[in-house]
């Protein structure tokens, strides 16, 4: 698992996504929802780059080259 800096219950979390009933200390679910598929983006370009440079460890790859906040920097 990587550290996406969300921290949502698992109570309001249904099929990968976070629930629409999440209680607002945590947040407006529909930002977090698309910054959680920004970051999901982010994470597959890192794989495909690691796959094409022919990495062997793809998970200490990926865990040392994703951080949550580039993808928000970007937007």
Known sequence: M???EV???PA???????A???PEI????????KRLKAMLRIVEDIISHAVQK???DLLTFVKGTFKPDVGEKML
Do not use: V
Request: net charge positive; glycine share 4%.
């Open 2 to 4: 990587l550290n996406t």
């Open 54 to 56: 022919k990495i062997i």
């Open 7 to 9: 921290a949502i219950p």
């Open 26 to 33: 945590f947040g407006d679910p529909e930002a977090l929802n």
């Open 12 to 18: 309001y979390w249904k099929r990968s996504r976070i």
């Open 20 to 22: 629409a009933n999440l």
